[in-house]
């Protein structure tokens, strides 16, 4: 069986190393209305040793506490016909006194999650969908400059943020990914049908310009969960399943999948990530279990054996079986066995892998060891005491799409018992509050911005929770100033930043 060393090693001399990709990370777009990110001046500064990766972290910890909402946006305007002729004017439409409240009334939807959310490589473009099947592209400037929910000019026409593109899929989204390698190029999976649908954002008309589909005699009516279009290797497109296995496309095989991993258990494979050289697929189970497929091909004879014996699993974690092993952590709460709902590798590290489960917690995995070095535990989601104080979570049904801060120290994902954002420290030394190995006693305590403010506490958390309007289910970091853009389970687009 190969080893996971050796795929490591190999993802690990494909990249530069840490303090090379920092260096090399790109710098603060100020002059065009980014923030000034203190993140990356600490990165550099810790790289050169000029400060302590102590200071670092607790000082990383300020900088993201003076965050907050700055913008709030619905995800697409009202359907109209002068909409998709490229029109900005709506009809005259009513005044009401609370926005979130209007715009439910004006589309009749109830909570139209965004499940996936993300930056095209550049920071340019926004692509973003719904559970209810809208797939929009918005442009990044004019999100951030476009700052009020609504304006209503003297005739009380609506007027917003328009979508560059907007598609009405019809069908019920689990993901949007941009292609690595060309940013015209997004596509999405559907718990709805079987299908990857592929769009160029220069040319759709609001249809694929490529499907690739399980064929229907082995699907038994179950959807796609995640996917992935790697930009090497022998694959063009992969995704996983309800039915427990994973599809992967080659261009030989045309719209068919050529190869088919997994046991078909019938537990959904809920999401998939690919390590930068394409070598190493890692998927995350309902059951919650990380699986590793080496995809470097194999023998003839294992060829033989089929997909299994061609791809064979060489990361195999039961992640409750893994925390466990966590020092003193079953002893202050209970472990209990919890689908992995999202799987992200660390920007930097490739070592490293985030995970995120529907329990609410999130920790790090290091694929190496195979082992858990950081962990946050939120305490767990009590829905009736949320209910009877009026603070409404995201649903436990709805999947998370977190994300890591560009650096490689904070990982973003969305509060599982209210409406707030944490940014989780996973910074990768011992000294990270939520290192299983911190010693908390040599915490450098984290200076207030304000003695009188929770969120200046002199005590440095593990995790900082900005305050937002409605739950988050979805995040990603702009790749050069840090900003945020979140998708909410009532389906509006926020941008949290440190206010001018």
Known sequence: MPDIRQLLLASSQAEATKSERAAQLPQQD???????????????????????????????????????????????????????????????????????????????????????????????????????????????????E????????????????DPLVLVESGRRLERARWHPTNDNIFATVAASDRSVYLYDAQYTQGSPYQTLSVPGATWNGVGLTDMALPAKGPYNAMATAQNGHVYLWDERGGSAPRTKLGMGSGFSMNSLQLCDDANLLLVGTQTGDIVGYDLRGGTT?????????????????VVRQALMQVPEL?????????????????????????????????????????????????PPVDAMANLA??????????????????????????????TGLHIVDFHASVHSP???????????????????????????????????TSAVTSVTVHPQTDEIVAGTEQGMLLLLAVPN
């Open 30 to 144: 100020t002059e065009h209305g980014g923030s000034t990110s203190l993140v990356r001046q600490l990165l550099e500064g810790a790289t050169k040793g000029s400060i302590s990766t102590q200071q670092q972290i607790s000082l990383a910890t300020l900088h993201w506490s003076y965050y907050n909402q700055v913008a709030n946006h619905p995800h697409s305007l009202p359907e109209h016909p002068a909409l998709q002729a490229g029109g900005a004017s709506i009809p005259p439409l009513p005044m009401l006194l609370n926005f979130q409240q209007r715009f439910s009334q004006l589309l009749g939807l109830r909570r139209h999650c965004v499940v996936s959310v993300q930056l095209d490589g550049h920071g340019d473009l926004i692509l973003s969908a719904t559970a209810s099947g809208k797939i929009a592209l918005h442009d990044f400037s004019m999100f951030r």
């Open 146 to 161: 476009c700052s009020n929910n609504i304006v209503l000019d003297e005739e009380t026409q609506y007027k917003g943020l």
């Open 301 to 317: 004879a294992a060829r033989a054996l089929g997909s299994q014996g061609q791809h064979p699993a060489v990361v195999e974690v």
């Open 330 to 378: 079953e002893q202050q709460t209970s472990i209990v066995r919890s689908a992995v709902q999202s799987l992200n590798l660390d920007p930097v590290d490739p070592n490293r892998l985030a995970f995120h489960l529907q329990s609410g917690w999130s920790g790090v995995l290091d694929l190496t060891r195979q082992a858990v070095t950081h962990v946050h535990c939120p």
């Open 389 to 418: 104080s009026g603070q409404y979570g995201r649903s436990a049904t709805e999947r998370q799409q977190p994300c890591w801060t560009p650096t490689g120290s904070s990982f973003c994902v969305g509060e599982a018992a209210g």
């Open 434 to 468: 939520c290192h299983v190995g911190c010693n908390h006693d040599e915490i450098i305590p984290m200076v207030s911005k304000d003695p009188m403010s929770e969120r200046g506490s002199s005590t440095l958390p593990s995790a900082v929770t900005i305050p937002v």
